[in-house]
């Protein structure tokens, strides 16, 4: 037969349609996954900078204060002033180790030890690489539970590399990715493939509206707050802090030594 002359394969509009709607949504789901995580890796490495950098500083800043409170007190013998100066001490008293919690929080995140954090944003390379991965290996992009779980497994690793601005580390998961099997969708009738796109959407549109309220709380937690000051130089603004909290030490100290001396 003249293959000008062959018949046209029929196809359920419906499905194309549907087809078409399902394969646009899942691929702005991934995308709106892929900012969220990638705010969370950013809020997270914030947490863990700001602590390591800024720690120290403020509970210096702690110790100043309750020595000038308790040099005031002793000097004064007021009631007020000794008030202050015990609400000034129990400050630094020793509380919960919070290095030992951040790190077993961390452990159970599967987050990279805090010590392999450096820097709040990973590199421009680094973002490129997790963003690419994300899109291509997410689990979203997948519906037979096996591959899900082999896709989510896969995923954790990225994060975990993200995380630590690991740029070797996800240059070898974007190679290992590229040499592996893809699932595919299920091949099923037309009627049923209709029903499993209609039930599939409704699930793609209920995660995005999951996904949003998840974005929202996280930029309305304390980090999340913090970051949008300098959402581009988070460092920077860490920086910054320091130097503020460098030059009340500095004033704190010199009270004291006047007081002291």
Avoid: C
Avoid at 102 to 107: E, G, N, P, S, V
Avoid at 114 to 119: G, K
Avoid at 149 to 162: K, L, P
């Amino acid at each position: 037969m003249d293959e000008g002359n062959a018949p046209a394969i029929w196809s359920d509009p419906q499905v194309t349609a549907l087809e078409a709607q399902v394969a646009a949504v899942e691929a702005e789901l991934v995308d709106a996954e892929v900012d969220v995580a990638t705010l969370r890796v950013e809020l997270d490495n914030l947490a863990i900078v700001h602590h390591r950098r800024l720690g120290p500083l403020y509970e210096r800043l702690d110790e100043l204060d309750a020595l000038v409170a308790e040099a005031v007190a002793a000097r004064s013998g007021d009631a007020d002033d000794i008030r202050r100066a015990l609400e000034a001490r129990a400050v630094v008293d020793p509380m919960p180790d919070l290095d030992e919690l951040m790190d077993q929080f961390a452990a159970e995140a599967g987050a990279p030890p805090e010590a392999e954090v450096r820097r709040v944003k990973p590199s421009d390379e680094a973002r490129r690489l997790y963003r690419e991965l994300a899109r291509r290996a997410h689990p979203d992009l997948a519906q037979d539970p096996e591959e899900k779980e082999r896709r989510g497994d896969f995923i954790a690793r990225v994060n975990a590399a993200y995380s630590a601005g690991d740029v070797a580390a996800l240059m070898a998961l974007d190679e290992e990715w590229a040499s592996g099997a893809v699932g595919a969708s299920p091949e099923v009738s037309v009627p049923d493939r209709l029903e499993w796109l209609r039930t599939r959407l409704a699930l793609l549109t209920a995660r995005q509206t999951q996904l949003a309220a998840e974005r929202e709380a996280l930029l309305d937690s304390p980090m999340g707050q913090l970051l949008a000051l300098a959402p581009d130089d988070p460092d920077g603004l860490l920086e910054g802090l320091a130097e503020q909290l460098l030059a009340r030490i500095d004033e704190r100290e010199r009270e004291l030594a006047g007081m002291l001396g």
